[in-house]
C-alpha cells in the first residue's frame, strides 16, 4: 500500500519512525512535509498527486467525513499530574470546575476529575458542538466542551500545552479561566485575555469603517472551506457599495495578503481563529464575519442618520 503520513508541527520529530514501521511492513511511504493545523487540513491533494492509497493523520481525532481513505492516530500523551496539587491555591475560592483539553489529554480527564473531587470540588465535563467528537475536548473552532457549561461553573481548567486553545474556549465563555501546562511546569489565569482581545476587535471594526474595498478570505482546506459565507458576504458588502473580491488559498501568506494593496481591510472565512489570532500580523483589518456584520451595522446606521 501506498501511505502518506502527516503530523503536526509538535510531532513531526517522530516522522520518520514511523515510516520505518510501516515500511517494514511492506508499505510505500511518504511523509508530508507541509504545515498542518488539524484535522481540518488534510494533505488530500498531496496524497492523490503521489497516488497515495491512504492518509495516517497523526495527533488529531476525525474531524468530518472526507472523499478520501484516512486512518486517524490520535496519539494519547500521558502528562505529569503532579501540578495539579499547586493549582488548588488558585481554586480555593470555586466549589465547581469545567475541565477542558485536546484531543492528547482527553483519556486523563478522568483522573483530573478524580483529583479536584478528592479535595472537595465538583467537576464538569462539557461536550462539544460537532467538530470535536470527545467531551471534555477542545479545538480552536470548536469550544462547546467549555461554553456548554459556562453557566453552571464557578471557573475552568485547561489542562495541556501553549495557549492556543484555552484562549479560545476563555473567549467563548465567562468565568474565571485557569490554563496549566503540565509541560513547562506553569499555570496561568488567563481572565485579562478577554478584555485584551475585546480591545482589539474594537479596534479592527473602527479601522474598517471607511473602508472602500474589502478582500474575502476562503480557504481549499478540507474543514474550513466555507464559499457560501464567502459569497453572501460579497452581496453584503457590494450593497453596501463596498467593492469586493473573494481571496482563494489553501494557506494564507500574510506577506502575500499585505502586497494586495488595493484592498483597505480583509474578512476571513477560514480557521475562525486566523483574524483573532494572526490580525497583529497584517497590515490593514482582518476582521472575523462577525466583525464585518458589526462594521456593517454601524456604517449603515450612520448612513440612515444622515438620510
Known amino acids: 500500500m501506498k501511505i502518506l503520513l502527516q503530523f503536526p508541527e509538535g510531532l513531526k520529530q517522530f516522522a520518520l519512525k514511523h515510516a520505518e514501521e510501516l515500511e517494514k511492513e511492506g508499505n510505500t511511504v511518504f511523509i508530508s512535509a507541509s504545515p498542518t493545523f488539524g484535522a481540518c487540513d488534510l494533505a488530500i491533494d498531496e496524497a492523490k498527486r503521489i ?47 469545567g475541565i477542558v483539553t485536546t484531543i492528547q489529554h482527553v483519556h486523563q480527564l478522568e483522573s483530573i476529575k478524580a483529583f479536584y473531587e478528592s479535595h472537595g470540588k465538583k467537576v464538569l465535563i462539557g461536550r462539544p458542538y460537532g467538530f470535536a467528537k470527545k467531551p471534555g475536548q477542545i479545538l480552536g473552532c470548536d469550544v462547546g466542551s467549555a461554553a456548554s457549561i459556562d453557566k453552571y461553573v464557578d471557573a475552568f481548567v485547561y489542562f495541556g500545552g501553549g495557549l492556543f486553545h484555552p484562549i479560545g474556549a476563555l473567549l467563548s465563555t465567562t468565568k474565571p479561566f485557569l490554563s496549566i501546562d503540565p509541560f513547562e511546569g506553569k499555570m496561568q489565569i488567563l481572565d485579562d485575555y478577554r478584555q485584551v482581545y475585546k480591545k482589539k476587535s474594537k479596534g479592527r471594526i473602527v479601522a474598517s469603517l471607511e473602508a472602500k474595498s474589502i478582500g474575502i478570505l476562503v480557504s481549499t482546506k478540507n ?85
Open 51 to 97: 497516488g497515495a492509497d491512504k492518509i495516517v493523520h497523526f495527533g488529531h481525532a476525525e474531524f468530518q467525513h472526507v472523499d478520501f481513505n484516512v486512518e486517524y492516530v490520535e496519539y494519547k500523551i500521558d502528562a505529569p499530574l503532579d501540578i495539579l496539587q499547586e493549582s488548588l491555591m488558585y481554586l480555593d475560592n470555586f466549589s465547581t470546575l
Open 223 to 307: 474543514g474550513q472551506y466555507n464559499m457560501v459565507l464567502a459569497e453572501l458576504l460579497k452581496k453584503k458588502l457590494e450593497a453596501q457599495g463596498i467593492r469586493a473580491a473573494v481571496l482563494v488559498s489553501n494557506t494564507f501568506d500574510f506577506g502575500s495578503l499585505d502586497n494586495m494593496t488595493e484592498f483597505d481591510a480583509f474578512v476571513n472565512t477560514a480557521c475562525p481563529r486566523i483574524a483573532t489570532e494572526d490580525g497583529d500580523r497584517m497590515r490593514r483589518p482582518l476582521l472575523s464575519p462577525n466583525e464585518l456584520m458589526e462594521m456593517l451595522s454601524i456604517r449603515s446606521n450612520r448612513l440612515g442618520s444622515k438620510a
